[in-house]
């Protein structure tokens, strides 16, 4: 019953959001922060109970909802999904320690935020595919409002393009729900089911894999159609740039995982090496593109492209350990990328009111707690040993190498990623924080000082970094538990090297 | 009492750690720990050598089925040498920081990342394996970086640190290709050879790197790895074309130039492709690339300094020339002279770039050697231990770097007639433009105020310099020892792969022509320099001055065809696949609600009529088709 705590009370704790009295603006927030502290807590207390020595999902609730169409209100946890739900509490605490002074309706604010949350739990937990996918909807709709009413310059067309692109990921991914309805012809939707035993046709799986992924790859940030991400998570909020970068494009990652590789393996192996490419080119073009950057805020949006297209890389090899690879750079960059945009579109904005970095003048001497903790930030989501990214970025290239489908020549270009991730970011941290502005401030020239980081704003910094430093020095528990979560899909997959 | 050797690691570690936690106000205690721990390292390094102490057990860090890795501790005859001489040269400097960086506002955290970076480098020291080594490898380019970029409000200190990380950053990428695919190969990370035949991949008939070697169909795998593992060396240790970082990288301050321009972190690459000696040795092409890439850079660097005037680029330049030297040994097949070569090399270049700082202290942070001049009466003890430092750096007879030059032209003087060429006029090379350095600062008429105020430095300067300058001078011999146990070493570890025995044929030919070259540099300097001229009578040579063009180039070509791309892309992401995608999609929408506008009128017959044809279809559709 544990893991749907955090989803349920989540809703509730929306719905209390929009009814509580307007005279106790403050109350709000308390609320807000109750709810995703308690759904870290929860998450937490089942990642520790999570057992990695059974096989198979624990905590299994199944209910018959809808039986004549076969749909279950089922779900469970496994050693992934449980570690993306505590990913999605940090995030959910963070999230809403960085907007804790936001005035504008507030309330609405709060409750599509907790909606928004709740939807992700939930997505996380599902093992039939009509619950994952009514989850799933629930998490697009939120994001639509917060970017429309609370976000900044653009804010419409960013909106906009993100609920097409989400729209777009939906109809794909529906499609490929009813199509796998009556392709598997036992007419079930458990995921349990069809991953113990994917008995699809080949030809089937040939058509329906490429669907399936692209649809959730589009949430995911897969190249071509990551050009929702930039936009979209430079005019949101800075609490919903994180949950964005965070969580949500996990929510793509995670089902081309749950559902396509976990279902469709012979689909997978044929279409994998395409889909490598694609996620190569997701990496390189993201990391040139934040080269090119002057907003400090699309530098960051510009990273999650990349460091996603690791993500999708280790997805497609298909290999335990590129796999565990794969959601293991889930978590890092989970917990990181919000980190950056706490840091960059919160923290440092609401100093200094812009983002561009060309006006920025040494701000290391200016700000220096807070210049700190972005450099080191920065050099966690580099890759820097010490830190989750490194462990992630090399378990995707060891497993990405020793399958045989993916051209040796790709895992080297995925390389050259990484010296082109370390180009942007010291070249971004230097502009922000050791060099001399290229042009003069806006109007009145910089403070010598700017106000010294609030405690909430050291905490979300510790928290963050805490996990990622955790992972990065002792990363053996968070390894064993996404790997036993794994076991019952790489059972599809022939191990080709030892 | 086994975990004892750990606090070789952990010493500095906390020491770091502790200081930039709460000590990062009170400078002096923070100087304190960070010596402290550093000595606590030496007396560890110094137990495993000649005491008791042995190796503890690897700790695992990832166990995963089909991936393990451990953080070991290797302390065979290899690593405890150059445990030494890290640690040895590393208190040193600490000391020497003492006082140099006294006053500096953040004297508290220098010492927290030179304490960061004795962690980093003694952790490649004592790795087993390759991903251990990556990993301390990286941090190494981490410490570096803020070492470098410590003064960071000047602009050419933080540009320099950036150019250090991001091309130490380009070598990390071949490193990482090269570890990857030795794994692919080889199906083990550890550096044990005894692991390579066990843990290979049966399945394919390789149970030794000689099988490797020997199957055509992993031709170009070796060869990738090869190259790969040698492109981390080449970044670290600051070969052609990847060495722009290391002249630039003077602008740190002094002690940091002789910890890690000299002794350590440049002398990691070198020590990394002689611990993997045979994975390299089993591809003749890249042997000869990297002898060629040696010899490149040991003449290339020594050109320039010709016609530098910054006493520590000089130095600078010195370094990269004689890292040539240690690679070029090792591309011709004598890891053992690259090694000893690397060990003189760190305590007397320590010796110079600390004497440099002595000077450069003394003249009130003036670097020209053109401002300089008359020295030697005011710096006395400084002047001393520079000459030392200067005669063992160009092979003045029976000093340390005498022995080990004169093994690695040995090296070439067997079968390699353009190398050895080409390293005797080197050699050459090297002694006048150090004279030329030694002669204009020390002698001469002072050719400023700050030259005629000079006055020595306080003892915790030139304690160290003494403290360095006694093995170079008396202790010669005693170096041919560290040589002997470097060959040693070499024939038990890889029998395969050093030629079976050592040959002293034609030692007394290579011996007189290097104190040939010697004397040539040394006179040639003496009669252009010993008087103390004004100004550089040599005539100038733009290209050498402005160092071939060739950061130049890296600056606008690298960086345009770079931002170039950049921009491209950018331009891709906002316009085609905007337009295309999404200004496409809303179109669409948009038109298709102009069509569905068409129905909604406003007039009420209209609805009506529509209601009732919908509601008829609908019967129609229930009554007569189901």
Redesign the interface.
């Known amino acids: 019953m544990l893991p749907i705590v955090p989803t349920l009370l989540s809703f509730a704790a929306a719905v209390l959001c929009l009814f509580l009295p307007r005279h106790s603006p403050g109350l709000v927030r308390w609320i807000a922060l109750a709810t995703a502290a308690a759904g870290l807590s929860v998450s937490l207390a089942c990642w520790c109970m999570y057992d990695p020595g059974q096989s198979g999902f624990q905590q299994v609730v199944a209910v018959p909802w809808v039986p004549d169409m076969a749909i279950w209100w089922r779900t469970g946890i496994d050693g992934v999904s449980v570690t993306m739900m505590v990913l999605t509490g940090l995030v959910a605490v963070a999230g809403v320690l960085i907007s804790w002074d936001v005035e504008h309706r507030r309330s609405e604010f709060f409750a599509w935020y907790l909606v928004l949350i709740g939807g992700v739990y939930g997505v996380f937990i599902s093992l039939d595919m009509v619950l994952f996918f009514i989850f799933y909807e629930i998490a697009i709709i939120p994001k639509y409002f917060l970017i429309a009413i609370w976000g900044g310059e653009r804010r419409t067309y960013a909106a906009?393009?993100l609920a097409?692109?989400s729209f777009?990921s939906s109809t794909l991914v529906l499609f490929s729900i009813l199509a796998m309805y009556y392709g598997s012809g036992s007419a079930t939707l458990d995921i349990t089911q069809l991953t113990r035993a994917s008995n699809f046709s080949q030809g089937f799986q040939y058509a329906i894999f490429p669907v399936l992924f692209t649809g959730f790859g589009i949430l995911a940030g897969m190249w071509?159609?990551h050009?929702w991400a930039?936009?979209g998570h430079v005019a949101a909020p800075p609490a919903a740039s994180m949950l964005l970068a965070g969580v949500v494009m996990k929510l793509g990652a995670y089902g081309c995982l749950r559902m396509a590789i976990g279902t469709l393996p012979a689909g997978a192996q044929a279409w994998a090496p395409m889909f490598a490419i694609l996620a190569l080119a997701g990496i390189l073009?993201g990391a040139?593109?934040a080269?090119?950057?002057r907003d400090f805020k699309y530098v960051i949006a510009y990273s999650s492209v990349s460091h996603m297209g690791f993500v999708l890389l280790g997805l497609c090899s298909l290999d335990?350990?590129g796999l565990?690879g794969s959601v293991l750079q889930m978590f890092s960059h989970g917990v990181l990328s919000p980190l950056l945009f706490a840091l960059v579109a919160g923290i440092i904005y609401s100093r200094t009111h812009t983002r561009d970095l060309a006006v920025f003048d040494?701000f290391?001497?200016r700000m220096p707690v807070i210049a700190t903790f972005t450099v080191v930030a920065g050099?966690a989501a580099m890759g820097?040993?010490?830190f989750s990214g490194?462990?992630a970025e090399?378990?995707i290239?060891?497993g990405a190498?020793?399958q045989p489908a993916i051209a040796?020549v790709v895992?080297?270009l995925a390389?050259?990623g990484?010296?082109l991730t370390?180009?942007y970011t010291?070249?971004r941290l230097?502009m922000a924080f050791?060099?001399?502005s290229v042009e003069p401030p806006p109007e009145v020239p910089w403070p010598q000082r700017f106000a010294p980081p609030h405690p909430r704003e050291i905490a979300i910094c510790v928290l963050l970094l805490g996990f990622s430093v955790w992972i990065g020095l002792y990363?053996?528990p968070m390894?064993?538990q996404i790997?036993s979560g794994l076991n019952s899909i790489v059972a599809h997959y022939p191990?080709r090297?030892? | 009492m086994n975990a004892l050797p750990w606090f070789l690691l952990v010493a500095p570690l906390l020491s770091a750690v502790v200081i930039f936690a709460t000590l990062l106000r009170s400078p002096k205690v923070a100087a304190g720990i960070s010596i402290g721990a550093c000595a606590i390292s030496f007396a560890i390094a110094l137990g495993l050598k000649f005491g008791s102490l042995v190796a503890p057990v690897a700790i695992p860090w990832i166990t995963l089925p089909g991936l393990a890795i451990e953080i070991g501790f290797n302390a065979d005859a290899l690593a405890q040498m150059m445990l030494l001489v890290v640690t040895g040269v590393g208190l040193l400097v600490h000391i020497y920081s003492f006082a140099y960086m006294d006053g500096d506002k953040g004297q508290a955290r220098f010492f927290a990342e030179l304490s960061l970076f004795m962690f980093s480098m003694l952790g490649i020291v004592i790795a087993t394996n390759f991903i251990q080594m990556f990993i301390f490898w990286e941090l190494v380019g981490l410490s570096s970086y803020l070492l470098i970029g410590f003064w960071f409000e000047k602009k050419s200190a933080a540009d320099a640190a950036k150019k250090a990380f991001l091309v130490n950053r380009i070598g990390d990428f071949g490193f990482l290709v090269g570890i990857i695919t030795f794994w692919g190969l080889t199906g083990t990370l550890f550096f044990d050879p005894a692991t390579w035949t066990a843990g290979g991949d049966s399945a394919k008939g390789i149970t030794s790197l000689v099988d490797l070697q020997a199957n055509p169909k992993f031709a170009t795998l070796i060869h990738v790895m090869g190259f790969g593992l040698f492109m981390g060396c080449m970044g670290k240790s600051a070969m052609v074309p990847l060495h722009v970082w290391l002249p630039d990288a003077m602008e740190g301050p002094t002690p940091v130039s002789a910890l890690i321009h000299a002794a350590t972190m440049v002398a990691a690459g070198v020590y990394m492709i002689c611990r993997i000696y045979p994975v390299l040795a089993i591809t003749p092409l890249l042997m000869t690339f990297i002898a060629a890439i040696g010899l490149i850079t040991l003449l290339f660097a020594a050109v320039i300094a010709l016609q530098q005037d910054d006493i520590k680029r000089i130095l600078a330049y010195s370094t990269l020339s004689q890292l040539g030297y240690m690679v070029m040994a090792v591309g011709l097949g004598a890891p053992a002279a690259a090694m000893f070569h690397l060990t003189t090399h760190a305590f007397f270049k320590a010796l110079l770039f600390l004497g440099a700082g002595s000077v450069i202290h003394a003249m009130h942070h003036e670097q020209d050697i053109w401002k300089m001049g008359g020295l030697w009466k005011k710096i006395p003890l400084t002047f001393w231990t520079f000459v030392v430092g200067t005669a063992a750096l160009t092979g003045f007879p029976f000093l340390a770097g005498f022995f080990s030059k004169e093994e690695i032209l040995m090296a070439a003087w067997h079968g390699h007639p353009f190398h050895f060429g080409l390293a005797a006029l080197t050699a050459a090379l090297t002694s006048f433009y150090m004279f030329r350095l030694f002669f204009v600062t020390f002698f001469g008429e002072c050719r400023s105020e700050d030259a005629k105020h000079a006055h020595e430095s306080p003892a915790a300067m030139w304690l160290p310099l003494v403290i360095l300058a006694i093995p170079s001078v008396i202790a010669g011999f005693g170096f041919v020892g560290i040589g002997h146990a470097f060959h040693d070493f070499f024939h038990h570890a890889f029998p395969a792969f050093i030629h079976a025995e050592h040959s002293h044929e034609g030692a007394g030919i290579v011996m007189s022509i290097s104190i040939v070259a010697f004397l040539a540099g040394l006179g040639a300097a003496a009669a252009y320099y010993l008087k103390g001229p004004a100004k550089d009578p040599m005539p100038a040579m733009p290209p050498v001055q402005n160092k071939f063009y060739i950061d130049y180039i890296y600056d606008n070509a690298v960086l345009g065809v770079q931002a170039g791309i950049a921009r491209m892309l950018n331009t891709i992401d906002y316009w085609l696949l905007g337009t295309i995608f999404v200004r496409g999609s809303a179109t669409f929408v948009s038109i298709g609600g102009e069509l569905l506008r068409l129905f909604q009128t406003g007039n009420m017959q209209t609805y009506a009529f529509l209601f009732s044809l919908g509601a008829a279809l609908l019967f129609y559709y229930i009554l007569f088709l189901i």
């Open positions: 906009m393009k097409l692109f777009a071509p159609f050009t930039p936009t073009h040139l593109a080269l090119a950057q335990r350990t565990t040494r290391g001497e050099l820097l040993p010490g490194f462990v090399l378990h290239l060891i190498w020793r040796n895992v080297v390389g050259v990484i010296i370390a180009a010291i070249t230097h050791f060099q001399k990363p053996s390894l064993r790997e191990t090297w030892r």
